[in-house]
């Protein structure tokens, strides 16, 4: 089994604002902007809402409710207004980043996602926004475990539940876009969970958590002691071959994480303490 970091939802390079920790703990990761989706903000729901006045609010105009968004993973059934009883949770991949995917990654491996956050607060004027004092973090928000995994090209076969996901309205042009179809049960070693093989977390925990807490960039994550790779010569966490970005405490291993990749790979039989890890950030 291998474990995959996926960073996902708006970012500087995409959007230029953080998903927000509202005031009483509620997570909500917010999808880049994306052109030719056929989803807009506005479509999106969370808590019966509609989150198209959120990203007005926190990007300050800059992205419109009618701007399309890259629902990409989907992970919460009420996101849409309809869902074909086959629906299930659905990531896609392309381009370099799905080449890097494909050296990995199977059936039966496990997406974790995270992404940059920032706690907010509502004004005297009830708008959302950033406190000055709101400090960047990179926290985990959602889990796929991988049932299937099918390329996007005229002769694969997509379910028709698949055909709304922004990486099938791209259409096949797109250099390797495939998609990662999730399982319906969540399988960490012997354990099976019926029904969680994907789902996001509602609230802000410390166990999802990966920025150190005395660092100054969300980028610097602190990590179990068992992550550092050098000791014991293991193979680490793909994108990270530099002695120079790992650290290792009595405690701790800090990871000065790379900005290239949107992927990071951990093989757990390398790492075996990685599935005990990962249903401790899932499993409540």
Partial sequence: MRIILSRKGLDSSFGN?????FPNGELLSLPIPDEHSPIRYEDIAWKGNSIG????????GRISRKHGAHLDPDLRIESQSTRDPDWRGIFGQSGSAQGHLSKYVAPGDLFLFFGWFK?????TQGVHIYPRDSRDLHLFFGWLQIEQILEVIPTGTIPEWAAYHPHCARGFST????LYIASRDLVLGNTTYPGR?????????????LTCPDQPKRSIWKLPPWFYPFTESRTP???????????????????????????????ASVYPEAVGWAKSIIIS
Avoid: K, M
């Fill in 175 to 178: 250099q390797n876009n495939t």
């Fill in 237 to 267: 966490l793909t994108y990270h071959g530099d002695t120079e970005r790992w650290e290792l405490l009595e405690d701790s291993t800090l990871l000065r994480t790379a900005g290239r990749g949107q992927e990071f790979v951990l093989d």
């Fill in 53 to 60: 006045c959120i990203i007005e609010e926190l990007s300050r």
């Fill in 197 to 209: 093989g994907f789902g996001t977390f509602d609230r802000s925990e410390q166990r999802h958590c």
């Fill in 17 to 21: 604002t953080a998903s927000p920790i």
């Fill in 119 to 123: 706690q907010v607060a509502v004004n």
